[in-house]
Structure formats: C-alpha cells, structure tokens
C-alpha cells in the first residue's frame, strides 16, 4: 500500500498569499495517478485537480498541482477567502490512498 | 442538477449490520463507476470502495475487505453499502461519489453527496 505524507501539518497564512502544499509518496505513484481535494468544514471534499496537474471543471486557475514519481506540489498563487480550508491528496492505485490532510488557516 | 443523496446510517452495536443508500439524481448513473469514502470524526478521509458500471468489478479497501459489500441498482439510480461486523473504528460519514472525470487510466470523482453518519457503539 502506498503511503501519503503530507506537508505541513498546518499552513497559516494571510490572503493574497501563496500557499504551497507538498504529498510525498512512498513509493513511486503510477502514471501521476495523484489528486487533490479542498474541504471545508461540515462539508463534502470538492476535487481540484486530478492526474496531478489538470485542474477540475470550475476550479480557479489560481490552484496548480505539479509534481511526478514520489513528490506532488499543490500551489494556491494568491489565497482568497474562500480557500482557507483543509486539503487532502489521494493517490489512484489498487487502494486509492489519502493523506492525512493540510490546514490551511488564516494568520 | 446532479444530486447524490445518502441515507441509512445510525447507531449500531459493535458486530451489527447496516446498509446504506446513495439516490442518484441529474444523471445516467449507469454510465458513471461510483465510490465510497468515510471520514471518521475529526480524521482524515479513508477511501472504503468503488464499482463499475454495471457492478461486475468492485474494489474494496483492505480495512473493510470481507465485511462490506457494495452493490448498484442501475434502474433506481441507487448505489448500496453493506456494512457487517462493523467495528468501533468503522464509526464515520460515510460518502458516496460519481466518478466522473476519466482520463486514460483513471476515473475521479466530481460530484459527492452530503454524507451519512454510522456510530458504532455498545
């Protein structure tokens, strides 16, 4: 089973900020089969970006995933708001995998 | 509009049984393999199981491999959860969603209900 770490724990920033979340695997991830998901309390995930890098319909271009192999970046350029939030990413092998999440909060 | 709307969790004693539903709505279901995850109270999420379009490939996590069962009834545009010999641990929001965004090798999922919560507790 692959392992998910994710990094930092918690991610505290201010908006306008640039927020960048790191999910390192422990072993190499098939084809970049890696996603991203934002949640906000109380509520259900909400995808952003799939196969690492391709950002979901609706998603602000302000959210970019980059990454291959063992090491995958998620990159909010400038946070609004609305981004303050906890971020899971989550790997598409035989058992798809989450991390255990990034909160990102207002400083 | 596409809606995903789960139902049957509760409390149960440790080594009962639940089912839970997902009613489909705003799309085919039939065209979309779905997927189960659970989110434990104040954890992360836990992916629990997925199926094919038709229900002849189902995928489970090892931590609930042999004790749940998913299964799909495509005319009612509703997809099952069998919960059995639940544990403590299996205490969770259990959601269902669509995969649907596919690419070459895999399907991930864009639409998610609003969960349903089982307790397991004596």
């Known amino acids: 089973e692959i392992v998910l770490t994710q990094s930092p724990g918690t991610l505290s920033l201010s908006p306008g900020e640039r927020a960048t979340l790191s999910c390192r695997a422990s072993q190499s991830v098939s084809s970049s089969l890696l996603a991203w998901y934002q949640q906000k309390r109380g509520q259900a995930p909400r995808l952003l970006i799939y196969?690492?890098?391709n950002r979901a319909t609706g998603i602000p271009d302000r959210f970019s995933g980059s990454g291959s192999g063992t090491d995958f970046t998620l990159t909010i350029s400038r946070l609004e708001p609305e981004d303050f939030a906890v971020y899971y990413c989550q790997q598409y092998g035989s058992q798809k995998t989450f991390g255990q999440g990034t909160k990102v909060e207002i400083k | 509009e596409v809606q995903l709307v789960e139902s049957g969790g509760g409390l149960v004693q440790p080594g009962g049984s639940l089912r839970l539903s997902c009613a489909a709505s705003g799309f085919t279901s039939s065209a979309y393999w779905m997927s189960w995850v659970r989110q434990a109270p104040g954890k992360g999420l836990e992916w629990v199981a997925n199926?094919?379009?038709?229900?002849?490939?189902?995928r489970y996590a090892d931590s609930v491999k042999g004790r749940f069962t998913t299964s799909r009834d495509n005319p009612k545009n509703s997809l099952y959860l069998q919960l059995n010999s639940l544990r403590a641990e299996d205490t969770a929001v259990y959601y269902c969603a669509r995969e649907g965004i596919c690419t070459a090798a895999a399907c991930y999922p864009d639409y998610w209900g609003q969960g349903t919560l089982v307790t397991v507790s004596s």
């Open positions: 196969d690492a890098s």
């Open positions: 199926i094919n379009t038709d229900g002849s490939d189902k």
